[in-house]
């Protein structure tokens, strides 16, 4: 089991920025990649931007690219989201996922809401 919890969503006008992190505990050592989703109310969860553990390469959502950049410390298990320009569009529930082996995202944080007013 691996167990995430998020913080550091807020409310920010638009154009500002906010940072969220991810902290993981548990087995983490077999992860693949970790992820940041998001769902808007009345929207689907959406991927926002996806790293791999060892590699650390990233993926990125075409509408957050050059705004928004995942990083990762692995020695303190975390990830994080640094999100800037933000727009009233990113106003959402942001979670933290989990893809131990590359079997798909099994472990969700319980998410931290992110709302951007105009």
């Known amino acids: 089991q691996v167990q995430l919890v998020e913080s550091g969503g807020g409310l920010v006008q638009a154009g500002g920025s906010l940072r969220l992190s991810c902290a993981a505990s548990?087995?983490?050592?077999?992860?693949?990649?970790m992820g940041w989703f998001r769902q808007a109310p009345g929207k689907e969860r959406e991927p926002v931007a996806v790293?791999?553990?060892?590699?650390?390469?990233?993926t990125y959502a075409d509408s957050v690219k050059g705004r928004f950049t995942i990083s990762k410390d692995n020695a303190k298990n975390m990830v994080f989201l640094q999100m800037n320009s933000l727009k009233p569009e990113d106003t959402a529930v942001y979670y933290c996922?989990?893809?131990?082996?590359?079997?798909?995202?099994?472990?969700w944080g319980q998410g931290t809401q992110v709302t951007v007013s105009s």
């Open positions: 996922a989990s893809n131990p082996g590359g079997s798909g995202y099994i472990f």
């Open positions: 548990g087995r983490t050592f077999s992860t693949y990649t």
């Open positions: 790293i791999r553990w060892s590699a650390g390469s990233t």
